[in-house]
């Protein structure tokens, strides 16, 4: 039974990946997000189907085209673990940043909760650092005195 279940849970994150980031086909999270869901991406909240679209809206906002690459998808219990490659154009505004028309690469990783079918919880952990230095709103000298 537990196999089946992580079956199915990878099958969600992968349509989730697929259909909605990858299609942009927005359906997908009132069919796979629950109502209840919680979604942490560093420090930032988003809770809900509504939530979960804001935080969607935002990234396809500032790059249309955001297309994302699954790299390993591993499932145990009710959680699926995704790591992933986000490559995308910045052509629109993100979080008040002005577009430069720069083709972006982020890496990341998924840990999502699965529970009757539906999104519970996500927690997105992608590195926000080079994301901002791409697009120009970090300068390149700040990440080397990080490292």
């Excluded at 995308?88 to 699965?114: E, F």
């Excluded at 992608?126 to 490292?147: C, H, I």
């Amino acid at each position: 039974m537990a196999t089946q279940s992580m079956k199915a849970n990878k099958e969600l994150a992968r349509r989730l990946n697929n259909k909605l980031w990858n299609d942009k086909d927005a359906s997908q999270i009132e069919e796979i997000v629950s109502k209840k869901c919680v979604l942490q991406v560093g420090d930032r909240e988003f809770r809900g189907q509504k939530g979960y679209r804001q935080f969607f809206g935002t990234y396809t906002g500032a790059f249309p085209n955001l297309s994302i690459q699954i790299n390993d998808l591993i499932a145990e219990n009710d959680y699926v673990v995704t790591s992933y490659t986000a490559r995308g154009q910045h052509t629109g505004q993100l979080m008040g940043i002005d577009p430069i028309g720069k083709q972006v690469k982020v890496n990341g990783v998924n840990i999502a909760r699965y529970q009757d079918g539906k999104l519970v919880e996500s927690q997105n952990l992608f590195n926000e650092m080079s994301l901002l230095q791409q697009v120009g709103a970090m300068p390149e000298s700040v990440l080397r005195k990080m490292a």
